[in-house]
């Protein structure tokens, strides 16, 4: 949900229709931290704020779509209160951001692409595993399947295109790269990003509270284990 922009630089809110019950802020046509981190801020502000008319809101990279109720409401009555929220001090928010640390066993058995990878890359596979677990990852977004939370930046050395035939069954679990994104699958499911290891956290439980481990707006950094550990976390074959 990212909306072209004439110029590279900083915008002022700009907030369009998108339907008859939502509306759509959009923060820069690029995907960056900073966006990141300003959709993280509303929207936990808009939560705070808690408008009756509210009844949902989906971060995305570097927008938000907020859905309201129009009986109760009409845009325009959104729009002022987005607007009154954004003008909140969020540099509390921003320094304060979240860190989720999330295990993963990297292995050729768990990470059927992660041999490749470090050759494409001319790296040794204990290179990039270093690599990937040097990093903080921002949530830019959740989508594609409950829990599947798109991670950047990954470093570019070890950055690799998406498979050119997907796989038709990724194991839940998978940790995966593609692009300069990672990401956990959080279910069985198919897919074509490279796979280089195994991560035993749940990233979807609707019996839980919250559903999810991590938010729009986190920060995730791996860290490896090993197999044993794996498995005494509760990963699976």
Not at 4 to 23: E, F, H, K, R, Y
Not at 131 to 154: D, K, M, N, Q, T
Request: aromatic content about 8%; proline content about 8%.
């Amino acid at each position: 949900m990212t909306k072209p922009m004439a110029a590279d630089q900083p915008q002022p809110l700009d907030i369009c229709i998108a339907g008859s019950n939502a509306v759509i802020v959009y923060f820069a046509h690029h995907i960056s931290a900073a966006a990141a981190s300003q959709v993280a801020a509303l929207t936990a502000q808009v939560k705070r704020a808690a408008p009756a008319w509210l009844v949902d809101l989906v971060p995305s990279y570097s927008s938000l779509l907020v859905v309201f109720n129009p009986l109760t409401t009409d845009p325009l009555a959104v729009k002022q209160t987005l607007r009154a929220c954004a003008a909140q001090n969020t540099e509390s928010h921003q320094s304060s951001d979240q860190i989720v640390r999330l295990p993963v066993y990297y292995s050729e058995a768990a990470g059927p692409d992660l041999a490749n990878l470090a050759e494409r890359a001319q790296l040794s596979i204990a290179e990039v595993i270093e690599i990937h677990c040097a990093s903080a990852y921002r949530v830019y977004a959740i989508g594609f399947a409950p829990g599947f939370a798109y991670l950047g930046e990954v470093d570019e050395r070890i950055a690799a295109p998406r498979l050119s035939t997907p796989r038709t069954k990724v194991p839940k679990g998978a940790v995966a790269i593609a692009d300069r994104q990672t990401a956990v699958y959080p279910a069985e499911s198919p897919g074509g990003w490279n796979l280089i290891g195994r991560c035993p956290t749940p990233m979807f439980n609707p019996s839980a509270t919250p559903t999810m481990p991590v938010q729009s707006g986190d920060l995730v950094q791996f860290y490896a284990i090993d197999e044993a550990e794996y498995l005494a976390l509760g990963g699976e074959r």
